[in-house]
């Protein structure tokens, strides 16, 4: 049986709309069995997700990240992933895992702006001028196309590199830049948090993305109480990341502060002066969701 391999070039028959559509639609079934594992060695981690959605298929996909890695001119992340029938258990596709992992965890940041921000934001910070970054202008400018978007980073320089590429503009002064923003996207490796719950105004929608270790967060405690906070899965987020972990281990937010995940999603709805806050915590059947999407679109897009 000779397994098909959908490479990164399929990107071209893939939209970022019909994405969150699908995502919305891939909760609207069962909810999924999932399952994680974390393997540590210093700051390299080796994460395993599996998930299975009757109805939808089983997938398994299996992540390295050493951050060291970009000192030698290779990717921090990579890794392999699986999708398999539903019907038969039988292997469907192998997925290029640069190509799902973008597509996913964009793809779940949309979905929550297209529901929590505010319809009419035209001002993005980024926080990161990393992959992930790249990915986020990309999947923010279809869900929001007359935005302007800024591009803050600990290195100017990276931040000026990633600005020139995208048409984007870099700055240096990031209070005055998250208190100008309607949404800000943080995706960096940050183990103490960059974003501070003073500088934020009400109306904003925060995208939290970067932290995926227990010992990692982006925020602090005061932007955590000052917001209404939703997630992606209460499976991969309340226990795994430190985003959520330290808030409610403190006190500054109590469990039924996190309003919803994707699996209520007619409660992910914001006031007008909300500060609204989301946690993309990942997670396999986010993937099972975004490779089902992309094979079906290969073959018939």
Known sequence: ???PFIPLAA?????????TDALAAGHGRARASVEDSFLYRGEDTVLSRAAWIDGLG?????????????AHGIPALNGAAVLFSDATGLPEALLDFHLLTKWKTAGDSLLAARKLARAESREILILGAGTVAASLIEAYGAGFPEARFSIWNRSPEKAAALAAKTGARAVEDLPEAVGRADIVAAATMSKAPVLQGEWLRPGQHIDLIGAYRPDMRE???AAMARAKIFVDSYDTTLEHIGELIEPLKTGAIGRADVLADYYELDAFRRAPEDITLFKNGGGAHLDLMTSRYILEAWEHG
Do not use: R
């Open 11 to 19: 990107e071209e028959k893939l939209d970022w709309l019909a994405l």
């Open 219 to 221: 925020a602090d405690d």
């Open 58 to 70: 089983c997938l398994v996909k299996t992540a390295t990240i050493f951050p060291g890695n970009a």
């Open 1 to 3: 049986m000779s397994l």
